[in-house]
């Protein structure tokens, strides 16, 4: 499952202090996964076993990677000089980055920006699958080291993918969605 929280989303930092409620987005910042990971399970009021952080410039040569993703866009996207009009389009890792980061000229703001980083997240995960990028994972995790972070072990990632990888075709993508402040 893969559940996006507004990054502005009011919710109470898990520490010890109690009552510290800032931006959902802060919890990284003041303890990094750990404390991201506590923060969300209590926001969601449901455990979270494993988490997984992926830097930008890792999402940028994961596509690359991969060979690219294929998207349909219903709106223009242009932000670092990465210009994607309306239609259909093979995009390579900057463009992906570009495509997942704008958020300004979406008429949904952070909901469509959500939207467009599932849609990069679910094809790189079905592209991944394939055995020419199976067979090289442990090479591509030492590859990508700082910029990919989890609480799995490396036996229990080759784990998932030996057990799991045919599934990734289904997987299932929600956001919370809320009201301004």
């Not at 959902?24 to 455990?47: C, D, H, W």
């Not at 993703?69 to 239609?87: C, E, F, M």
């Amino acid at each position: 499952m893969v559940y996006s929280i507004p990054r502005d989303s009011l919710a109470e930092m898990a520490d010890d202090h109690g009552g510290n409620i800032q931006k959902i987005n802060a919890a990284y910042e003041i303890g990094k996964a750990k404390m991201a990971k506590k923060t969300v399970s209590q926001f969601l009021g449901r455990p979270i076993d494993y988490s997984v952080t992926v830097d930008m410039g890792a999402l940028k040569e994961l596509v690359d990677f991969v060979g690219g993703i294929t998207i349909d866009t219903v709106i223009d996207v242009n932000l670092n000089g990465q210009v994607i009009p309306q239609g259909h389009h093979h995009l390579n890792g900057d463009q992906a980055l570009a495509y997942s980061r704008m958020r300004y000229q979406d008429p949904r703001g952070d909901y469509g920006r959500q939207l467009r980083q599932q849609e990069v997240l679910k094809q790189v995960a079905q592209k991944i699958q394939k055995p020419k990028y199976l067979m090289n994972i442990g090479d591509l995790m030492t590859k990508f080291g700082q910029k990919i972070s989890t609480d799995f072990t490396a036996d229990q990632v080759k784990q998932l993918i030996r057990n799991y990888h045919q599934s990734s075709g289904e997987i299932v993508s929600s956001q919370l969605l809320g009201k301004t402040a």
